[in-house]
Nanobody, 122 residues
Framework: QVQLVESGGGLVQAGGSLRLSCAAS????????MGWFRQALGKEREFVAA????????YYASSVKGRFTISRDNAKNTMYLQMNSLEPEDTAVYYC???????????????WGQGTQVTVSS
């Protein structure tokens, strides 16, 4: 069993920054690839970024590449998403998830957090 808890969401103006955190518990965190997804109101959930278990490799959706950075601290069982140059289109509920493999496909993720709201005003 894996428990994931996101934090760090909030309201920010366009061009601003936020850092999301995902605290994991329940099993060995450092053996699992992890990912971030988001869901805007009225839209399907979409992939944002993924990171391997060691943190050596990461992968981003084209819409956030160059603006967002995914990272992890295995000693703290925590994953992060640094979001810079935020745009109103980034407004969504952001979810962290545990991956069965390093992937951008939602079906490869089996444990999910409850989500944290990010709102970017124009």
């Amino acid at each position: 069993q894996v428990q994931l808890v996101e934090s760090g969401g909030g309201l920010v103006q366009a061009g601003g920054s936020l850092r999301l955190s995902c605290a994991a518990s329940g099993r060995t965190f450092n053996s699992d690839p992890m990912g971030w997804f988001r869901q805007a109101l009225g839209k399907e959930r979409e992939f944002v970024a993924a990171i391997t278990h060691s943190g050596s490799f990461s992968y981003y959706a084209s819409s956030v590449k160059g603006r967002f950075t995914i990272s992890r601290d295995n000693a703290k069982n925590t994953m992060y998403l640094q979001m810079n140059s935020l745009e109103p289109e980034d407004t969504a509920v952001y979810y962290c998830a545990r991956g069965k493999k390093f992937s951008d496909f939602e079906g490869e993720y089996d444990y999910w957090g409850q989500g944290t709201q990010v709102t970017v005003s124009s």
